[in-house]
């Protein structure tokens, strides 16, 4: 029934901008919530709302973020940032957290698979880690209106790669460079979809390996799970398979939002008011997400979460430019 | 057909499964412990109800504080302080986190034997060196500053 709702590209057009409303008004109440003054402590909002409308929010994201091809963290961060009354401080931890989840869940089913592949896992998280712990004392040393505008320059940056970088199913490698051969960066994997075995390696793994501390010190700083940014760089500048790039990326989040997270953890940056709810609904979300998958037509779920992403990018910097508080 | 060269290697499959296990309790406890805390079972550190209040002379309720000034309100420590107050219904919600967070040193120091058998010396350096940024990022050495 939701599958075959989701067809219709004027549909989702429609249940895009119905959910883009809510977030709007759920925003709206947060700041009136906030500005009734002066305000009695018995006449704030219960405890028990936000984790609940939390917990709805994140679930429709878990199922957003399956569709949309992207991780839980990415939409999480912008939107529950922007229009929940909680601090960016306790978002981004728990955008860790969520996106650290995911990346657990599906991390053993795309090793044995053989799709994830710890070969080229490894020298790179070990980048990528390093440089989050940076990232995630950078971020939480930054004010908060400083971090908005640099997340929401971030969230319209990745939109603009979501909506114009080209993906390579089997990029061409010529020769795999010094530093792949010594660290023996390649291996076989069975591609069903062709029937065949399909042998890759890598190239360029220095100019990766330079990108991934960028990407390291974003995640870290924005609390975002990095697979917009892990993806491009694995397929088309390294040149892994699509396949082997998008499970590795996966795989490779456990790791580098591991190192950020518990940074955030020993500061006092996370509140389990807000992990629990996002992370089971998100969860439950993907599981949804994953069963509707087979029958919903993914080009106009991709352009509704760009949409989305727009929105809570623009929300963001405005949000931190102090025009839409 | 798939040829044995498509499989997983030992180590890959190593760190799957211990990843898998650790996952599912670490999610079990997760919730658990979240069930414990909302139903009041037992005391929490920072009272549930509160956290949707605004202090007197604040102009935000707790949880749109900055971390650094909701500890400092609720008198919380930092670092692995968080363990002296794990009996308490909030709190005790960070074993399960911390859990998840610690998975991957795990996994990782499962699989340094393999690769010391298979004699795969620069991974062996790689894990030891992920592990070594890992436990530094656990320790709570690091602060932050800027508040």
């Known amino acids: 029934m939701l599958a075959k709702t989701l067809r219709s590209p004027k549909t989702v057009l429609f249940l895009s901008i119905v959910f883009c409303l809510t977030l709007v008004a759920v925003s709206t109440f947060a700041s009136t919530a906030e500005s009734v003054a002066p305000p009695p402590a018995n006449q704030d909002v219960a405890w028990w709302v936000w984790p609940l409308v939390l917990f709805v929010v994140t679930f429709v994201l878990g199922i957003l973020a399956v569709l949309g091809g992207v991780g839980g963290g990415v ?89 114009t ?15 792949a051969q010594s660290l023996g960066i390649m291996g076989i994997y069975r591609e069903e979809s062709i029937g065949k075995d399909v042998e890759w390696t890598v190239h360029k793994t220095p100019q990766g390996l330079l990108l991934f501390i960028v990407i390291g010190i974003m995640a870290g700083m924005f609390g975002l799970g990095a697979g917009w940014a892990n993806v491009p760089v694995l ?61 919903a037509k993914p080009k106009a779920i991709k352009w509704m979460v760009i949409g989305l992403l727009l929105f809570a990018g623009l929300r963001a910097l405005l949000k931190g430019l102090e025009i839409w508080k | 057909m798939a040829n044995d060269k498509t499989k997983a290697s030992e180590e890959q499959i190593v760190y799957a499964n211990i990843l898998n296990k650790g996952m599912w309790s670490g999610l079990a406890l997760l919730i658990i412990t979240f069930i414990i805390y909302i139903s009041g079972a037992l005391p929490s550190h920072v009272p549930i109800e509160e956290l949707s209040k605004t202090p007197p002379g604040s102009d935000v309720p707790y949880w749109s504080m900055r971390a650094h000034d909701f ?27 911390a859990w998840l967070a610690g998975l991957t040193i795990l996994c990782y120091s499962a699989i340094i ?19 070594a940024v890992l436990v530094l990022a656990a320790s709570g050495i690091l602060k932050v500053g800027g508040h």
Do not use: C, H
Not at chain 1, 103 to 117: E, I, T
């Open chain 1, 75 to 163: 939409l999480f961060v912008p939107i529950v940032g922007g229009f929940f009354p909680f601090n960016i401080d306790f978002v981004r931890g728990a955008g860790l957290l969520v996106a650290l989840a995911g990346a657990l869940a599906a991390g053993p089913g795309l090793l044995k698979r053989n799709l994830a592949s710890l070969r080229l896992a490894l020298p790179v998280a070990l980048i990528a880690s390093a440089a989050a712990i940076g990232g995630a004392m950078i971020g939480l040393a930054l004010k908060p209106n400083v971090v908005n505008i640099l997340l929401g320059a971030t969230i319209l940056f990745i939109v603009i790669i979501m909506a």
């Open chain 1, 165 to 179: 970088a080209k993906k390579s199913d089997f990029p061409n490698v010529p020769k795999p460079d010094n530093i």
């Open chain 1, 235 to 295: 397929n088309l500048l390294m040149g892994a398979p699509l396949k082997i790039s998008v499970a590795t990326s996966k795989f490779l989040l456990s790791i580098t939002d591991t190192s950020a997270a518990w940074v955030y953890l020993n500061q006092g940056a996370v509140l389990p008011m807000i992990v629990v709810p996002s992370i089971v609904g998100i969860m439950l979300g993907s599981m949804v997400g994953v069963k509707i998958l087979a029958k």
């Open chain 2, 71 to 97: 500890n400092q309100a609720f008198n919380i420590p930092t670092g692995w302080g968080w363990t002296a107050l794990a009996g308490k219904g909030d709190y005790l919600n960070f074993v399960g986190i």
């Open chain 2, 113 to 131: 034997p393999i690769l010391l058998r298979k004699k795969e010396t620069p991974y062996v350096l790689i894990a030891i060196a992920e592990i």
